[in-house]
Nanobody, 118 residues
Framework: QVQLVESGGGLVQAGDSLRLSCAAS????????MGWFRQAPGREREFVAA?????AYADSVKGRFTISRDNTKNMIYLQMNSLKAEDTAVYYC??????????????WGQGIQVTVSS
């Protein structure tokens, strides 16, 4: 069983940057693909980015967001630059065996709010 805890969310202005962190415990961290998802009010949860040895990004965040991981600390990060109002959502950290694809994640964090004011 893998436990995931997100941190680093908050309220920022459009154009600002924010870094989310996710602490993982309970599994062999390096064996997992790790991902970030988000869910805005009234919308379905959507893929943002994922990483294992390679990375994958949603088109809506390419060039603005960067996902990274530190296997020595069992942490992943999401550096979000040039934030827009439409990035406002609850952001979730997730883990799965295998490749960093945008689906079939087995473990989820509780989520953390990111609000971007325009």
């Amino acid at each position: 069983q893998v436990q995931l805890v997100e941190s680093g969310g908050g309220l920022v202005q459009a154009g600002d940057s924010l870094r989310l962190s996710c602490a993982a415990s309970g599994g062999t961290f390096s064996s997992y693909a790790m991902g970030w998802f988000r869910q805005a009010p009234g919308r379905e949860r959507e893929f943002v980015a994922a990483i294992r040895w390679n990375t994958a990004y949603a088109d809506s965040v390419k060039g603005r967001f960067t996902i990274s991981r530190d296997n020595t600390k069992n942490m992943i990060y999401l550096q979000m630059n040039s934030l827009k109002a439409e990035d406002t959502a609850v952001y979730y950290c997730a883990a799965k065996w295998g490749n960093p694809v945008p689906y079939d994640y087995d473990y989820w964090g509780q989520g953390i709010q990111v609000t971007v004011s325009s």
